[in-house]
């Protein structure tokens, strides 16, 4: 990492508040460069508090935008942090019209071009491309990283048109305690108190509207931007890491946007920017990727950015299993379309005699963190032990050249189920000599799903039908005498919640099922062995992209913010602990999401968060799935004698015909207990 001082402009900065139509004020922190001229504005628009949360991280890359030329632009959306209003749902309409308002304010303002971007990752990412299908005039280009243009299917709530436990519940009980922490004094003045308990009114835990649309509805449909890719009107860098559950976005941007104003990245990367140089490496130059973007699009520069292939990606090479890679072995590819003509579709059907696939309830234990964050417990370890409660079928790399994948797989299977309904899991495992499983790829289906995500459909007892689904998208090369294994499995707990009666599990008909590759030809690539081609493609011919002259110049980010981490005396907590009550049947997961600990700021704020998640399930009972999920959070000036207090406790269990919710809210000034509620709940399962 390159920690850069000396920028081509000196900046200020400054923090305002933004008037909204409704009276309420958004909470903004403007870094300029010192310049008389007008400069083109970015914006990055979160919920997640930028005096404290995303304080650090913002100062790695507004104040380099700054002294690069740009007005950088940090605000925090209505009801969080120091910004006024009450806090909504995930991009409610307020939200967007907000954002757009703020685009607008930018643009009038006397030190603006009237051009302006915007980027952001995860929530940042979402809304950037959400505010963009609304077109504000202002809004020439974006960067979305790590996002979704599918709120149902892509997103942490649902899988396949199952309910995802393992985030479903998790970042439902994160926004409820991020939700309820204070504003803080020292930015909003003596009325701090006044505005956190009008806050906390007004909080609602998001379970329960997110549980009660269990199905692909119009709530889902809004802010989805693919029901119409032609409303976004800004150029669009779509980024995303392998090892992000919402990669598979940047293949659907750069398939449905113009090329003229479309480019798309995917790295090894987790849940990050791809500059921070946390795992999976290796890490880029992002921010200069990004001001080249900035300076074509909001500057009018003639600087080759739409010379790019249309799509670069990393492509990895075989690696043993492991929960965390510093880097890990690959290389850069471009593609000059997406579908690419030099990715062709192969299949390789199955053999042998039906199966009756009925796996244990805790299948998935050891499936990684739905988010990787680049900690060291995030990613799957040696699927052998999930491979053994899975049906395997097993294909072998011929000696000589690897077998390279790029896109989608997807899986045909002919089922026959017992029962009305079920679920299935798909996993793509790089099985080395030594019989080392690791994880390449996944995908899931709830089978009543199967028609659409719209609606769910029982499944006729008794009867084979052929379901298709695809897996998350990959850059994979299998090496020479490995094999490419395909799992699946019955049940996938804690990523999928179970149904009553789908420990049952279905039957497999090999004769009807098969694997379908995106196998990457004219590269390093062939075939799997006894495989046959989908489609055609010239012997020797040259890829659409050629992966030559993909570079990328070191990361660079401007000086930290200076964030103290105080030593503790503790023991550290796993990051993620398996129990197993051998004489209960009973397997318990803790998982510590270690989103930042204990921290210190330069003004002196005090900031401690500790959170615990925690799954459970018995081995033949679907029935007894539970998840509790801690949150404690402290914000504290001492020379100010604050002291604000926040904990959360969230529970969801089901029965036959719903699942229960619990959850709680306490805070504290000092000792004094100021706001207390708690919630319970029943939702019937319709689907999902």
Same mark, same amino acid.
């Given at each position: 990492?390159?920690?850069?001082?000396?920028?081509?402009?000196?900046t200020?900065?400054?923090?305002?508040r933004?008037?909204?139509?409704?009276?309420?004020?958004l909470y903004?922190?403007?870094?300029r460069p010192?310049?008389?001229?007008?400069?083109?504005?970015?914006?990055?628009?979160?919920p997640?508090?930028l005096?404290?949360?995303?304080?650090?991280?913002?100062?790695?890359?507004?104040?380099?935008?700054?002294g690069?030329?740009?007005?950088?632009?940090?605000?925090?959306?209505?009801?969080?942090?120091?910004?006024?209003?009450?806090?909504?749902d995930?991009?409610?309409?307020?939200?967007?019209?907000?954002?757009?308002a703020?685009?607008e304010?930018?643009?009038?303002?006397?030190?603006?071009t009237?051009?302006?971007?915007?980027?952001?990752?995860?929530?940042?990412?979402?809304?950037?491309l959400?505010?963009?299908?609304?077109?504000?005039?202002p809004?020439?280009?974006?960067?979305?990283?790590?996002?979704?243009?599918?709120?149902?299917d892509?997103?942490?709530?649902?899988?396949?048109?199952?309910?995802?436990?393992v985030d479903?519940?998790?970042?439902?009980?994160?926004?409820?305690?991020?939700?309820?922490?204070?504003?803080?004094?020292?930015?909003?003045?003596?009325?701090?108190?006044?505005?956190?308990?009008s806050?906390?009114?007004?909080?609602?835990?998001?379970?329960?509207?997110?549980?009660?649309h269990q199905?692909?509805?119009?709530y889902?449909?809004?802010?989805?931007?693919?029901?119409?890719?032609?409303?976004?009107?800004?150029?669009?860098?779509?980024?995303?890491?392998?090892?992000?559950?919402?990669?598979?976005?940047v293949?659907?941007?750069?398939?449905?946007?113009?090329?003229?104003?479309?480019?798309?990245?995917?790295g090894p990367?987790s849940?990050?920017?791809?500059?921070r140089g946390l795992?999976?490496?290796?890490s880029?130059?992002?921010?200069?990727?990004t001001?080249?973007?900035?300076?074509?699009w909001?500057?009018?520069?003639?600087?080759g950015?739409?010379d790019e292939?249309?799509?670069?990606?990393?492509?990895?090479?075989?690696?043993?299993?492991?929960?965390?890679y510093g880097?890990?072995?690959g290389?850069?590819?471009?593609?000059k379309?997406?579908?690419?003509?030099?990715?062709?579709?192969?299949?390789?059907?199955?053999q042998g005699?039906?199966?009756?696939v009925?796996?244990?309830?805790?299948t998935?234990?050891?499936?990684?963190?739905?988010?990787?964050?680049?900690?060291?417990?995030?990613?799957?370890?040696?699927?052998?032990?999930?491979?053994a409660k899975? %049906?395997?079928?097993?294909?072998?790399?011929? %000696?000589g050249?690897?077998?390279e994948i790029?896109g989608?797989?997807?899986?045909?299977?002919?089922?026959?189920l017992?029962?009305?309904?079920?679920?299935?899991?798909?996993?793509l495992?790089?099985?080395?000599?030594?019989?080392?499983?690791?994880?390449?790829?996944?995908g899931?289906?709830?089978?009543?799903?199967?028609?659409g995500?719209?609606?769910?459909?029982?499944?006729?007892?008794?009867?084979?039908?052929?379901?298709t689904?695809e897996?998350?998208?990959?850059?994979?090369?299998?090496?020479?005498?490995?094999?490419?294994?395909l799992a699946?499995?019955?049940a996938?707990?804690?990523w999928?919640?179970?149904?009553?009666g789908?420990?049952a599990?279905?039957?497999?008909d090999p004769a009807?099922?098969?694997?379908?590759?995106?196998?990457?030809?004219?590269?390093s690539?062939?075939?799997?062995?006894?495989?046959?081609?989908?489609?055609?493609s010239?012997?020797?011919?040259?890829?659409?992209?050629?992966?030559?002259?993909?570079?990328?110049?070191?990361?660079?980010?401007?000086?930290?913010l200076?964030?103290?981490?105080?030593?503790?005396?503790?023991?550290?907590?796993?990051e993620?602990?398996?129990?197993?009550?051998?004489?209960?049947?009973?397997?318990?997961?803790?998982?510590?999401?270690?989103y930042?600990?204990?921290r210190?700021y330069?003004?002196?704020?005090?900031?401690?968060e500790?959170?615990?998640?925690?799954?459970?399930?018995?081995?033949?009972?679907?029935?007894s799935a539970?998840?509790?999920?801690?949150?404690?959070?402290?914000?504290?000036?001492?020379e100010?004698?604050?002291?604000?207090?926040?904990?959360?406790?969230?529970?969801?269990?089901?029965?036959?015909?719903?699942f229960?919710t619990?959850?709680?809210?306490?805070?504290?000034?000092?000792?004094e207990?100021?706001f207390?509620?708690?919630?319970?709940?029943?939702?019937?399962?319709?689907a999902?």
């Open positions: 990492m390159i920690i850069r001082t000396d920028f081509p402009y000196e200020t900065r400054e923090d305002v933004i008037p909204m139509a409704d009276g309420v004020e903004a922190r403007i870094w010192v310049t008389k001229e007008p400069v083109p504005a970015l914006l990055e628009y979160l997640y508090r005096t404290d949360w995303t304080a650090p991280r913002d100062w790695q890359r507004h104040p380099w935008y700054a690069h030329g740009y007005a950088s632009v940090r605000v925090d959306v209505r009801g969080h942090g120091c910004s006024g209003g009450r806090p909504g995930e991009y409610d309409a307020r939200e967007l019209a907000d954002g757009v703020v685009i304010w930018l643009a009038e303002q006397p030190w603006c009237g051009s302006v971007g915007m980027f952001g990752i995860s929530w940042g990412g979402f809304n950037s959400q505010i963009a299908a609304l077109a504000p005039e809004l020439k280009a974006i960067v979305t990283v790590c996002s979704t243009d599918d709120r149902f892509n997103d942490v709530h649902y899988m396949g048109g199952s309910v995802l436990a479903m519940h998790a970042w439902a009980a994160t926004m409820l305690a991020f939700a309820s922490r204070p504003p803080d004094p020292e930015f909003v003045g003596d009325g701090w108190r006044e505005q956190w308990l806050r906390l009114e007004s909080v609602e835990p998001l379970i329960h509207t997110w549980l009660s199905t692909r509805d119009a889902w449909r809004h802010g989805s931007v693919c029901e119409d890719y032609s409303a976004i009107g800004a150029a669009v860098l779509a980024v995303g890491g392998w090892h992000d559950p919402y990669r598979d976005t293949l659907r941007l750069v398939s449905a946007l113009p090329s003229s104003r479309v480019r798309g990245l995917i990367w849940h990050q920017y791809p500059d795992p999976p490496g290796p880029i130059g992002f921010l200069q990727e001001l080249r973007w900035w300076d074509h909001l500057r009018g520069e003639d600087n950015v739409l292939p249309l799509l670069r990606s990393w492509i990895s090479g075989s690696h043993p299993p492991a929960t965390s880097e890990l072995p290389r850069w590819v471009g593609e379309a997406w579908p690419s003509p030099s990715v062709v579709p192969v299949s390789y059907g199955f005699a039906p199966v009756a009925a796996s244990p309830q805790h998935g234990l050891d499936a990684g963190r739905f988010f990787p964050f680049g900690n060291d417990a995030d990613l799957p370890p040696d699927q052998r032990e999930e491979d899975s %049906a395997c079928f097993e294909f072998p790399v011929a %000696a050249e690897p077998v790029l989608r797989p997807s899986v045909t299977l002919r089922l026959r017992d029962v009305p309904y079920g679920q299935v899991v798909a996993r495992c790089d099985v080395a000599a030594d019989g080392s499983s690791t994880l390449v790829t996944r899931a289906l709830n089978l009543s799903a199967r028609q995500r719209e609606r769910a459909v029982p499944w006729p007892v008794g009867s084979y039908e052929d379901v689904f897996l998350n998208g990959i850059g994979h090369a299998f090496a020479p005498g490995h094999r490419i294994r699946v499995s019955s996938y707990w804690p999928i919640w179970p149904r009553a789908s420990e599990g279905w039957t497999l009807g099922s098969a694997l379908t590759l995106p196998v990457r030809t004219g590269s690539a062939s075939s799997p062995a006894g495989s046959s081609p989908a489609g055609s010239p012997a020797g011919s040259s890829p659409a992209g050629s992966d030559e002259g993909i570079l990328f110049e070191a990361p660079e980010q401007a000086e930290p200076g964030v103290v981490f105080p030593a503790t005396l503790d023991e550290p907590r796993p993620r602990l398996v129990v197993r009550d051998v004489a209960r049947g009973t397997w318990r997961l803790e998982v510590d999401p270690r930042g600990g204990t210190v330069p003004d002196g704020l005090e900031f401690s500790d959170a615990l998640e925690v799954y459970e399930i018995q081995d033949a009972d679907p029935l539970r998840t509790r999920s801690d949150w404690r959070i402290r914000l504290h000036r001492p100010r004698g604050w002291d604000a207090r926040v904990e959360t406790r969230s529970e969801i269990s089901c029965d036959e015909g719903g229960l619990s959850n709680e809210v306490v805070c504290r000034e000092g000792d207990v100021v207390h509620r708690t919630w319970e709940r029943r939702l019937p399962r319709a999902g």
